[in-house]
């Protein structure tokens, strides 16, 4: 059973750049979430993907936006980098049932906003 | 609404000596209660949830934790720490219901010395 992967590991972009961040969920997983971890702080909940249609969103503005393909990989999109967008960013993917509710986290993502 | 208190940022501790990271919550509705664990540059593992039934819950390396209910609180503990236990834990929330996306605390790192 693979796990969730992301990809790039690291990347800088210049403020007003757009940005796609990719993550591959783990076999059998139809939900992605994605959230933004700033440095020293706790994860936050940005949006969550269910089979390809947005399932809920944070309190992030409309320029964090995000897919989820046939194969439930995701990808999370942000337009007009600022440089509060520097953070980890993780993906997490899940089975919701009703017993099921662990959500499985990839190694996250680091972008600098430069 | 879900909120999550870590009432600690920082925790020093002797090798061997025993624990205690503490977590409050607030909600309008019913959750489940996790905590994770954030090794440097690592993403977010699982030690241990609470869905229902016993308020004492054991995870992985060696850690546990209580739910109270009449407090809201979700305090993790562990009998005797390891160097290699040095590293950032996230208590967590989510509802029964709907997305159960996670809330997180803001963190509290435990620092093992020997």
């Known amino acids: 059973e693979t796990g969730v992967t992301q990809s790039p590991t690291h990347l800088i972009k210049t403020r007003g750049q757009q940005v796609t961040l990719r993550c591959s969920s783990q076999?059998?997983?139809?939900?992605v979430s994605w959230y933004q971890q700033a440095l020293g702080q706790g994860p936050q909940f940005i949006f969550q993907y269910y089979r390809e249609e947005e399932n809920g969103r944070g309190n992030f503005p409309p320029r964090f936006s995000g897919l989820q393909f046939p194969n439930y990989s995701s990808e999370l999109n942000v337009n007009a980098l600022e440089l509060d967008d520097s953070a980890l960013y993780l993906c997490a993917s899940s089975f919701p049932g009703t017993q099921n509710t662990e959500a499985f986290f990839g190694q996250g993502t680091r972008l600098t906003v430069v | 609404a879900q909120s999550v208190t870590q009432l600690d940022s920082q925790v020093p501790v002797f090798e061997e000596a025993p624990v205690e990271l503490r977590c409050n919550y607030s909600s309008s509705v019913s959750v489940y209660l996790f905590w994770y664990v954030q090794y440097p540059n690592q993403g977010l593992q699982l030690l241990l949830k609470?869905?229902?039934?016993?308020?004492l819950v054991k995870g992985i390396n060696g850690f546990e934790a209580e739910f109270n209910k009449s407090q809201t609180s979700f305090h993790l503990r562990k009998p005797s720490v390891h160097i290699s236990d040095t590293a950032e834990y996230f208590c967590?929330?989510?509802?029964?219901?709907?997305?159960?996306?996670?809330?997180f605390g803001s963190g509290t790192r435990l620092q093992v010395q020997p």
């Open positions: 967590a929330v989510s509802s029964y219901t709907g997305r159960r996306a996670l809330t």
């Open positions: 609470y869905l229902s039934g016993s308020t």
């Open positions: 076999s059998g997983h139809n939900t």
